[in-house]
């Protein structure tokens, strides 16, 4: 199993610009959580995902943010516009059903983003 | 409100000593808990998990953790750090009673020093 999969590893994008992170869950997973992650606010729950479906997002900051699961295999998550105190890594996990309660998840590499 | 709090944001400690990270935990209802490792510039690995079996949880690389009931704490220990184990640690909790996230605690950088 490759894991999760996020990509680009790295972005650096200027202020204004749309930004389009990407995560391929584990096959079989049926979860998918994307996080962020700052020296200031530590790891922080952007929104998650069953069966494709946004369950909660009450953790995207703005309507900048959104996030889409057009299929059990991918994930994107996009920032339109960016802007500089979006720099952050972000990352996308995923889970099996009730995998969360047992298993816990399994975390990408993540993505760091960079908006000057 | 269910939380998880980890006394201490840096933990510094010579190779070869005792390593401890506190986690406690708020809940009503029986909590699963977990241990992550991050390592520079890598996502977060499982470390060890807590799921109502035995109180005592061996994970990988030599560490292990204990629930304690009585005292809502999960803290996890190793008897001799190494130098690799530098890195930051997250304790997480979920609960059975449906509410269906991980709440992550805000993370131990350890150090280890020759």
């Known amino acids: 199993d490759a894991g999760v999969i996020q990509s680009p590893r790295h972005e650096v994008t200027e202020m204004g610009q749309e930004v389009t992170l990407r995560c391929k869950p584990i096959s079989g997973h049926d979860y998918l959580f994307w996080y962020r992650q700052t020296m200031m606010r530590g790891l922080e729950l952007l929104i998650y995902f069953n069966n494709n479906v946004p369950i909660d997002d009450s953790g995207m900051p703005e309507d900048r943010f959104s996030a889409k699961m057009p299929n059990a295999s991918f994930s994107t998550l996009k920032i339109q516009p960016s802007e500089p105190r979006d720099s952050a890594v972000y990352f996308c996990a995923s889970s099996t059903k009730g995998g969360f309660r047992g298993n816990g998840y399994t975390f990408g590499s993540g993505t760091r983003l960079t908006v000057v | 409100a269910q939380s998880v709090t980890q006394l201490g944001s840096h933990v510094s400690v010579s190779e070869g000593a005792l390593v401890l990270l506190r986690c406690n935990y708020s809940s009503s209802v029986p909590p699963y808990l977990f241990w992550y490792v991050q390592y520079p510039n890598q996502g977060l690995q499982l470390l060890l998990k807590y799921t109502s079996a035995a109180t005592l949880v061996k994970g990988i690389n030599g560490f292990e953790a204990e629930f304690k009931k009585s005292e809502t704490s999960f803290h996890l220990t190793k008897p001799s750090a190494h130098m690799s184990d530098a890195a930051e640690y997250f304790c997480?909790?979920?609960?059975?009673?449906?509410?269906?996230?991980?709440?992550f605690g805000a993370g131990t950088r350890l150090a280890v020093h020759p």
């Open positions: 997480a909790v979920s609960f059975s009673g449906g509410y269906n996230k991980l709440i």
